[in-house]
């Protein structure tokens, strides 16, 4: 059974900074490319970074220059930091492979306060 727990977020004014983790199941992590997707009030799950089994990178346009994806294979953990977060990034931040994502954890919130 896969089991991603989420945890980090918290209210940031604009402006603020935070990071990420997600800690997920050993055999599902070691054998998928990850990915952060956050879900705004009112819209669809989107993905804005993604990270491969060999750590490379890619990124939404909404957080390009702002967030950063990185993993930790002997932890089984994925990381996002980000910064320069606006009220425009609010939403709740969930961890899941990047192909096929499945059992979703419950994510954390992240509110921006203007």
């Known amino acids: 059974q896969v089991q991603l727990v989420e945890s980090g977020g918290g209210l940031v004014q604009a402006g603020g900074s935070l990071r990420l983790s997600c800690a997920a199941s050993?055999?599902?992590?070691?054998?998928?490319?990850m990915g952060w997707y956050r879900q705004a009030p009112g819209k669809q799950r989107e993905l804005v970074a993604s990270?491969?089994?060999?750590?490379?990178?890619n990124y939404a346009d909404s957080g390009k220059g702002r967030f950063t994806i990185s993993r930790d294979n002997p932890k089984n953990r994925v990381y996002l930091q980000m910064g320069g977060l606006n009220p425009a990034d609010t939403a709740v931040y969930s961890c899941?492979?990047?192909?096929?994502?499945?059992?979703w954890g419950q994510g954390t919130q992240v509110p921006v306060s203007s």
């Open positions: 899941n492979a990047l192909h096929s994502p499945i059992g």
């Open positions: 990270i491969t089994l060999v750590s490379v990178t």
């Open positions: 050993g055999m599902f992590f070691s054998f998928n490319d």
